[in-house]
């Protein structure tokens, strides 16, 4: 994405303004993508064979490159030498780890079986969404919201870094274990711990480790200035491509079902809502009233703890359960609900500072 203007420039305009044409249409983008992906699907006899001709670990390589662009300009974006920055909070990094990776998968978990309980593939696709943290978008959301833009990235960076080692277990243990232990009547989920593991560590190691080299080597040799200035805001916008070439080909794949089962797709949509709903509310809460944290810091604990790694589920989905399987249509679906969500929240969080914090607003 291009570099975010200043804060204060953001506090002046309104949230339009503030946006790129690319990123401010982007809710229009994502549903072309998706109008165009199920005309193709519906219209190009013989597309899903030659989409799985070349795999990567079980996903085609149109999409699993799709992924692979999406992920790497927002993590060649994080200031990694500066992580010790939010290490040294420990209040915010202590909040965000327990929001992020014990509350979080836990209320997508409880809404998913609240609301899909007879339909264990799409309530699958909600969980992989449920433990997969704030990468992303993320990022421009809390930019537009006036948080703490260098706090966000690196909440970021420890997310990626902990999912790496933590996601495949916590896919066991919410897939298989505990609903075990709640004697929850399910259909029988064969997950493989290894099958998410090398998702994560192709999907996520792979950009991540592109990310951090670019910005090491660009920084070096043309110092800060030109990489955040020059090199960022030309990479940036191949997220959105990433994202919206992915979309195409898995709407293209997943038309049928779509089409046939809007239903579906609309009980699919009701949990994320009130996922981001549950965890922005409780989380900027959380920031105002228990911590005591400026807005800044407040509304990027909230937004990096509602904000979901959607490139990463599908990815994950994809490669365990297949490209027209239920749980990727639920990952797919995922992306479709946040960005409105997300963009209505970053309206709520400039009231709520107008509202909360009305001498820090005065500062700016």
């Known amino acids: ?187 029988t989920v064969n997950v493989s711990v290894w099958a998410i593991a090398r998702s994560v560590l192709i999907f996520l190691g792979i950009p991540l480790a592109l990310g951090y080299l670019t910005r090491l080597i660009g920084e070096r040799r043309r110092g800060r200035e030109w990489y955040e200035g020059a090199f960022l805001p030309r990479v940036g916008p191949f997220a959105l491509y990433g994202l919206l070439f992915t979309i195409v080909l898995l709407f293209a794949l997943q038309g049928n079902a779509i089409t046939h089962q809007p239903w579906d797709v609309a009980r699919i949509a009701l949990p994320l809502l009130c996922y981001f709903a549950v965890m922005w509310t409780s989380s900027f809460a959380w920031g105002t009233w228990l911590l005591h944290l400026p807005y800044e810091r407040t509304a990027t604990l909230a937004f990096t703890a509602a904000g979901n790694n959607f490139e990463l589920a599908i990815a994950v989905a994809i490669g365990t359960f297949g490209v027209t399987s239920g749980q990727a249509l639920a990952g797919v679906v995922g992306p479709l609900i946040e960005v409105p969500a997300l963009v209505g929240l970053v309206y709520v969080a400039l009231w709520a500072r107008r509202r909360f914090y009305p001498s820090e607003e005065g500062n700016q």
Request: overall charge positive; some cysteine.
């Open 1 to 187: 994405m291009a570099a975010s203007p200043s804060t204060a420039s953001l506090v002046r305009a309104p949230v339009g303004a503030r946006l790129s044409v690319l990123d401010r249409y982007l809710p229009v983008w994502i549903g072309v993508a998706m109008v165009t992906g199920i005309v193709l699907g519906r219209g190009v006899p013989g597309l899903n064979r030659a989409l799985d001709r070349v795999q990567v670990v079980g996903t085609s390589l149109p999409i699993a490159i799709g992924l692979l662009i999406m992920m790497y300009p927002v993590l060649a974006k994080v200031r990694y030498g500066e992580m010790s920055r939010v290490a040294s909070d420990r209040r915010l990094l202590v909040s965000s780890l327990v929001l992020n990776w014990i509350v979080g998968p836990a209320v997508m978990f409880a809404l998913a079986w609240i609301f899909l309980g007879d339909l264990p593939a799409y309530r699958t696709g909600l969980i992989l969404v449920g433990l997969a943290r704030c990468i992303a978008m993320v990022l421009i959301w809390n930019d537009l919201a006036c948080g703490d833009g260098t706090a966000a990235a690196m909440l970021v960076a420890i997310n990626s870094l902990f999912q790496i080692v933590a996601y495949a277990g916590l896919g066991y243990f919410y897939l298989e274990v505990l609903p075990r232990w709640l004697g929850l009547s399910t259909s």
